[in-house]
């Protein structure tokens, strides 16, 4: 059964996508709940536009507000050696990814701008745990400078697209929003200004919703524009297609190495790894595990494709994916 949405609603949603403050949102939402056709079509919708309704008016007027203000009290923890950001325009599905990567629970919902906070969840490259952030969508009509705010401590952007669509309108906003926050320029990254390079984030392009009909022609006809000017993986957060290839990119450009430490005469911990930046070194290692550590280290020995078993090593040997590492003080 289609919802047969009336003018009204659709009017109050516009003014829900356009609206600034939190009273201005709460008003747009009671007003789509009024006017949204009350039969089992829509009992879903129903549901979320009454949760959404409850939750603000809980809140009061303590949300994060587009212009600043308080927005720049809103913060992001890291929790994990990488933290990737999912930013994009409405409704491309950036928080059924998070729900696909993860065991975050962000709201879902048939509504543009339903995200209205970040909420992160921690995706895995294998045994690797990587920070994934769901920001608030962004457009050309509700820019957010709170989110670019945010985006500035991701080291990676992903980039969300809806494949079902042609997303290249929307696409170009976002773009043009982190050009003009020099987090991402667009026009020859190389050439680019050693202080935009500086503050430029690393971004790929996610293309979502690869089970839609017409998504796979869509695709080829998006690479062919994209192509050589943004990594492109295409997902289907609904059914979990190359999803696990997110958190596999965001490991390889972060240029990530896991490493497993363990106890002389006892086995690695294989379970726990050590996660750091290629280039990393023994001694770094040892900081990381205690402080102290890399003052009394004496040797390591180092079991991995790059050594022989067991071979001692000093604290500037520098580690590879997979090492593992017994340190002898």
């Known amino acids: 059964m289609t919802a047969n949405l009336s003018p009204e609603y659709k009017d109050a949603e516009a003014r829900y996508r356009k609206a600034t403050s939190h009273e201005e ?5 009671e007003d789509m709940y009024s006017w949204i056709p009350k039969h089992k079509g829509t009992e879903k919708m129903q549901a979320d536009l009454k949760t959404r309704i409850a939750r603000m008016r809980e809140e009061g007027d303590k949300g994060p507000k587009a212009g600043g203000g308080k927005s720049a009290l809103i913060t992001v923890d890291r929790q994990a050696e990488a933290m990737a950001m999912l930013l994009g325009p409405p409704n491309v599905g950036k928080s059924a990814l998070l729900r696909a990567l993860s ?3 962000p709201e879902v919902a048939p509504y543009p701008f339903t995200t209205q906070v970040p909420c992160s969840g921690i995706a895995h490259h294998e045994d690797v745990p990587i920070q994934v952030v769901d920001l608030p969508a962004l457009s050309a009509e509700r820019p957010l400078p709170w989110v670019i705010g945010q985006a500035r401590n991701a080291d990676v952007l992903l980039l969300v697209v809806d494949l079902s669509l042609d997303p290249l309108t929307e696409l170009h906003d976002v773009l043009a929003l982190l050009e003009e926050a020099k987090l991402y320029p667009r ?3 190389e050439a680019a200004p050693e202080e935009i390079r500086q503050r430029a984030r690393r971004a790929v392009l996610v293309g979502n919703k690869l089970d839609a009909p017409g998504a796979r022609d869509n695709l ?12 492109l993986l295409a997902v289907s957060a609904l059914t979990g297609d190359a999803v696990a290839s997110i958190p596999a990119h965001v490991f390889e450009v972060c240029r990530l190495l896991r490493v497993y430490a363990k106890q002389p ?4 911990d294989m379970n726990a790894p050590f996660v750091l930046r290629a280039g990393a070194t023994v001694g770094m290692l040892a900081e990381r595990i205690h402080k102290d550590l890399a003052q009394t280290l004496k ?5 991995g494709a790059h050594t022989f078993d067991g071979q001692r ?13 017994e340190l002898h003080v």
């Open 313 to 325: 090593v000093i604290s500037d040997y520098a580690l590879h994916d997979k090492d593992v590492v």
């Open 103 to 105: 065991k975050a629970q």
């Open 220 to 231: 080829e006809a998006f690479r062919e524009l994209y192509e050589g000017d943004l990594p």
């Open 25 to 29: 949102r709460l008003r747009a939402l």
């Open 265 to 268: 005469g006892k086995p690695a």
């Open 299 to 303: 040797f390591a020995r180092v079991w």
């Open 187 to 189: 026009r020859d990254p």
